[in-house]
C-alpha cells in the first residue's frame, strides 16, 4: 500500500544545531501514530515540517516529507494545509482570531460560501462534532482553553481532510470533553482519516493509535506498535516518559490570608453569568487548586483575580486591604503583588522579543530597578526557574513549550509577587517537564513564601501540589477542603474523578 505520508531522513537545523535529524516513518491512510517525547526532543518541528512550515531561524538541511504525492518542503503547493492536512496545535488561543465570533471562523475554515440562512446550522454541526454547544456567537476570549481547543478541532475537520496532524489536541481538556475528542478522532480513523498525533498525553493515545513513535534529542529512538511501547518499552526515553512522577504531600498553612476573595459573580456582556457567588482564600507558602471541568469558568476566574475582567459583583481583598478588579486602577505595588501566568506561553510572550527583554521588562515597570542591576536579575530569574543563562538571548519560537512556560513564570517572578495565579501551566506539557515544573513550584513557594491559586482541570495535578481544593461546577464552587480528604491517595485517578463528581 502506498503511504499517504512518507517522511525520508527528515534534517531540520536551529543554527548549528540539528533539532530533528535524520527522521523517517510512513503513514498510510486511516492509520494512526503518536510520536511523543519529552519536552525540546522536537516533535512540534517536525509535525510543522510536515505542513511545510519552518519557524524563523529553522533551516531544512535535508530529507524530505510527500503527502499524497506532493512534496511539502521546501515550499507546500496550495490546497496541503487546510485542505488535504488539517491541522490542529497545542496553542488553540493564537489560532483563532480574537476580533472574529467563532461562528465566523468556522464558516470560513470551510473554505466555500454558505448561504445565509445555512449559516447557523453549519456552525452548530461542526461544534457538535467535538462535542460542544452551539457558541457560535461568542469570541474566543469568552472560552476556556478547552472550549478554544474544540473549536480549532472543528475548524481543522471543516474540510474533511484526508491527514490531521495533531499537535497535544487534549492537554488542555478535562476528563469529559478529552472523552468527546479522543471519540471524534477515533471515528476520523475508522473512516480513513491518518491521524499524526504530537502528544504527551500517552494515557488518551491507548485506544486510538495503531503505533508509537518516541523521540529524544531529535531523532527517533523507539518505534512500533502501542502495546509494545507503552507496555515493554525498549529506549531509555520512553522509560522516562512512562515512569515519571511528582508526589509532594500536602501540608497544613496557617495565618491570615494574602489574598481573599468572595461573592465574585462574572459574566460576559449580557450572556449568564459565568461564576456565581465564588469565594476563595488563599496564604502564605499554600497552594489553593482551582479544579473543575472545561467551561466552568476556572480562566474566568484567574483573569479576575489578576484585573483582567471586571466582575458585576463581588469584594478582593489584599493583605486584609481591598483591592482593585481593574488592574488600572491599581498602585503599582499592587500590580507586582498578584501575578497572572497564562496556559498559552506563546501568546504571552512577545515572538519579536527575546527572553531577556521579556523578563527585564517587570523590573522597569514595577520595581523600577536600575539598567546596571538588568542582567543580574534576568540570571537569578533563570536560575530560579531552572534554565540555563545562554537562553536570555533567545526568541520564544527557540524554545520548547515547557521552556516557553517557565520564562513566563519567571516573568512573573521578575515582580517579586506575593500570589502567582497559575491557568493550567501544565496542560500542554510531556509528562518529565510537567513533573520538573510541578516540583519548582513547590520549591518556590517553600523558598519565597508564595501563595499560589493553581487552576487545572486535572485532579493528578491538583493531588500532587495543592494544600487545599476548590472545586468549581456550573460556575459555582461545590466543594472545599484539604487536597487530601478530597482526593485520597489511595484512590485511582478515575476514583478520585467519581467521587468528587458524586459530591459536588
Avoid at 448561504?115 to 461568542?138: H, I, K, N, S
Avoid at 481573599?260 to 459565568?274: D, E, K, M, N, S
Avoid at 517557565?406 to 502567582?420: C, D, G, H, Q, T
Wanted: aromatic share 2%; charged share 20%.
Amino acid at each position: 500500500m502506498t503511504p499517504l505520508l512518507q517522511a525520508t531522513d527528515l534534517t531540520l537545523v536551529a543554527g548549528a544545531r540539528p533539532i530533528v535529524e535524520r527522521v523517517s516513518f510512513a503513514l498510510a491512510a486511516g492509520e494512526a501514530v503518536a510520536i511523543t517525547g519529552a519536552s525540546g526532543s522536537g516533535k512540534t518541528s517536525l509535525a510543522m515540517a510536515i505542513l511545510g512550515h519552518l519557524r524563523e531561524g529553522v533551516t531544512h538541511t535535508g530529507g524530505s516529507v510527500v503527502v499524497d504525492g506532493l512534496a511539502s518542503l521546501p515550499v507546500p503547493p496550495p490546497g496541503l494545509r487546510g485542505g488535504l492536512i488539517g491541522y490542529v496545535g497545542q496553542d488553540p488561543g493564537s489560532s483563532l482570531n480574537p476580533y472574529a465570533r467563532i461562528g465566523k471562523t468556522l464558516l470560513q475554515a470551510t473554505g466555500r460560501r454558505v448561504a445565509r440562512r445555512e449559516r447557523a446550522g453549519v456552525v452548530a454541526a461542526l461544534l457538535d462534532r467535538v462535542g460542544l454547544p452551539d457558541l457560535g456567537t461568542r469570541y474566543p476570549h469568552q472560552l476556556s482553553g478547552g472550549q478554544q481547543q474544540r473549536v480549532v478541532m472543528a475548524a481543522a475537520l471543516a474540510r474533511d481532510p484526508r491527514l490531521l496532524v495533531l499537535d497535544e489536541p487534549t492537554t488542555a481538556l478535562d476528563l469529559v470533553a478529552k472523552a468527546e475528542v479522543v471519540a471524534e478522532l477515533r471515528r476520523r480513523s475508522v473512516e480513513g482519516v491518518a491521524l499524526l498525533w504530537i502528544t504527551h498525553d500517552l494515557g488518551s493515545v491507548r485506544s486510538v493509535v495503531d503505533r508509537v513513535i518516541v523521540m529524544d534529542g531529535g531523532r527517533v529512538v523507539e518505534d512500533g506498535p502501542v502495546a509494545d511501547v507503552l507496555d515493554r518499552p525498549v529506549s531509555s526515553a520512553a522509560k522516562h516518559l512512562l515512569t515519571s512522577a511528582c508526589t509532594t504531600a500536602s501540608t497544613t498553612v496557617t495565618g491570615p490570608p494574602v489574598l481573599r476573595a468572595a461573592g465574585i459573580v462574572a459574566a460576559y456582556g449580557r450572556h449568564a453569568p459565568v461564576l456565581t457567588d465564588v469565594g476563595l482564600d488563599v496564604r502564605a507558602g499554600e497552594c489553593l487548586a482551582v479544579l473543575g471541568a472545561s467551561g466552568v469558568g476556572k480562566s474566568t476566574l484567574a483573569r479576575t483575580l489578576a484585573g483582567l475582567h471586571r466582575p458585576s459583583a463581588g469584594t478582593l481583598m489584599l493583605q486584609g486591604e481591598s483591592l482593585a478588579w481593574d488592574i488600572h486602577r491599581r498602585s503599582r505595588a499592587q500590580r507586582a503583588a498578584v501575578q497572572l501566568v497564562g496556559q498559552n506561553p506563546a501568546e504571552a510572550l512577545h515572538p519579536r522579543q527575546t527572553v531577556r527583554t521579556a523578563l527585564e521588562r517587570p523590573l522597569v515597570r514595577l520595581r523600577a530597578l536600575p539598567q546596571s542591576e538588568y542582567a543580574g536579575e534576568v540570571k537569578l530569574l533563570l536560575d530560579a526557574v531552572r534554565l540555563p543563562a545562554e537562553l536570555a538571548d533567545r526568541l520564544p519560537g527557540e524554545l520548547s513549550g515547557g521552556q516557553r512556560q517557565r520564562v513566563a513564570l519567571a516573568r512573573a517572578l521578575a515582580a517579586r509577587p506575593e500570589v502567582i495565579v497559575c491557568d493550567e501551566i501544565t496542560s500542554a506539557l510531556d509528562t518529565v517537564t510537567q513533573s520538573d515544573v510541578l516540583r519548582m513550584l513547590t520549591e518556590l513557594r517553600a523558598e519565597l513564601g508564595l501563595a499560589i491559586v493553581l487552576i487545572t482541570h486535572d485532579p493528578e495535578v491538583a493531588a500532587t501540589v495543592s494544600d487545599r481544593l476548590l472545586v468549581l461546577t456550573g460556575g459555582r464552587v461545590t466543594r472545599t477542603g484539604p487536597t487530601a480528604e478530597l482526593l485520597p491517595p489511595s484512590e485511582s485517578p478515575e476514583q478520585r474523578v467519581r467521587h468528587l463528581l458524586a459530591n459536588s
